[in-house]
Structures are given as structure tokens and as C-alpha cells.
């Protein structure tokens, strides 16, 4: 069965420091990608995703970048966060050219002081 | 992407059936509608998903009227534990690049004794 990982599960960052999140996902071969964030009472907001190595579409400018350095490999990465980056970050999976469901991570809680 | 318009809050108490609708004028021919559950500091998850008229699953029902403007799910005796925000959305059941689910700030059911 497939799984889908995230870590941290909880993280605390100054203002100004650098962010890598990651995502790694099992069990399945070639998924697309996504990355989702939700601020606090609110609905979620998709960032990037991806069909493929190396292939990243972005949804929102921002300061944020992601990168796809293996199939099932997907990271986050800002190099230098602000407040408003504070949220609930999501990863989620989807079978290419499968029915649409996507199947979400455990997700990052990213508070920025 | 079509725009959907649901309740923001409904409350109900435990037994009975809830129904959150979704407005979805500008649906496309080819859009399906899935709806999602989320729990606090949770990732969403599927919860059902159709094209038109009816379906359901062992946790609900989704109605589909002739014209596709706009979706029920229905909630049998709900519990505590149904206690979520409920989203719907509407997009392309299979696409050939990545499927972008665009999700809003979904409805908030509050189940009580």
C-alpha cells in the first residue's frame, strides 16, 4: 500500500532563517506532487507540484521554492522565511492519470517568531 | 477551474442526517465533483466523488442534480467524530498533466449530543 511521509511534524524558525521540508512517498512509481498551505481557519492554498524529476510548477509567487530531486522526493525550501510563512504545510500524492483523489501527508505546522 | 460556493459553519446534533450543499454554476462537461473531510491539524481525505445523479459509499451519499450547478452530500446519523470541515471540489476526473484541486475555506460541521 502506498504511504506518505513529512517531517518535521513541528517547527519553530526565527524570522530571516532558511526552511527545508520534506516529503517522500512509498509504494507507488512516478506521482504527481503537490504541496498545499493552510493558515490558521483558513482553506488551503496549493504552492507547487509536480509530474515528474525535477519538474516544478508554481502556483503563487513567493519566496518559497520547491525542488524534485527523486521520483518520490519532494522538498520545500525557502531561503529566508518570513512571518506570513507561518501555516499548516501539506504534501499530497496523486496517481498521473488517475481519477483525481489525492492522498495527503501528516503535515508540517511552521510557526515563524 | 469551476468556483464553489458552500455554508461556511453548520451545527447539528448527533443522529441525525446533515446535508451541506455546494453552487458550482460554471462547472465544465468534463468536471466531477469530490468532496473532502478534515479533522484539525489533518490532511484532508477523499471522502466521495461523482459525475451525476447518485452515488454512494459506506460513509455517504452524493446528489447530483440534471444540471450539475451544484451537489449534496449527505451524512447518515452522523457522530462526534463527524465533526470536520467538509470541502468540495470540482475539477477534472483524469488529466494528462497534474490535476490541480483548488480548495476553499469548506464548511465547518460542529456535531453535538
Known amino acids: 500500500s502506498q504511504t506518505i511521509h513529512q517531517w518535521p511534524a513541528t517547527l519553530v524558525q526565527p524570522v530571516g532563517s532558511p526552511l527545508s521540508l520534506e516529503c517522500t512517498v512509498e509504494g507507488t512509481s512516478n506521482p504527481n506532487l503537490y504541496w498545499y498551505r493552510q493558515a490558521a481557519g483558513r482553506g488551503l492554498q496549493l504552492l507547487f507540484y509536480s509530474v515528474g524529476i525535477g519538474q516544478i510548477s508554481s502556483e503563487v509567487p513567493q519566496n518559497l521554492s520547491a525542488s524534485r530531486p527523486q521520483d518520490r522526493q519532494f522538498i520545500l525550501s525557502s531561503k529566508k522565511l518570513l512571518l506570513s510563512d507561518s501555516g499548516f504545510y501539506l504534501c499530497?500524492?496523486?496517481?498521473?492519470?488517475?481519477?483525481?483523489?489525492?492522498?495527503f501527508g501528516p503535515g508540517t505546522r511552521l510557526t515563524v517568531l | 477551474l469551476a468556483k464553489t460556493t458552500q455554508p461556511i459553519s453548520m451545527d447539528s446534533y448527533e443522529g441525525q442526517e446533515v446535508n451541506i450543499t455546494c453552487s458550482h454554476n460554471?462547472?465544465?462537461?468534463?468536471?466531477?465533483i469530490t468532496w473532502y473531510q478534515q479533522f484539525p491539524s489533518q490532511g484532508p481525505r477523499f471522502i466521495i466523488q461523482g459525475y451525476k445523479t447518485k452515488v454512494t459509499n459506506e460513509v455517504a451519499s452524493l446528489f447530483i442534480p440534471a444540471d450539475r450547478k451544484s451537489s449534496t452530500l449527505s451524512l447518515p446519523r452522523v457522530s462526534l467524530s463527524d465533526t470536520a470541515v467538509y470541502y468540495c471540489?470540482?475539477?477534472?476526473?483524469?488529466?494528462?498533466?497534474?490535476?490541480?484541486?483548488?480548495f476553499g475555506t469548506g464548511t465547518r460541521l460542529q456535531v453535538t449530543l
Open positions: 471540489l470540482v475539477g477534472p476526473r483524469k488529466t494528462g498533466t497534474a490535476s490541480k484541486l483548488t
Open positions: 460554471n462547472i465544465a462537461t468534463n468536471d466531477y
Open positions: 499530497a500524492w496523486r496517481l498521473a492519470g488517475g481519477p483525481g483523489e489525492q492522498f
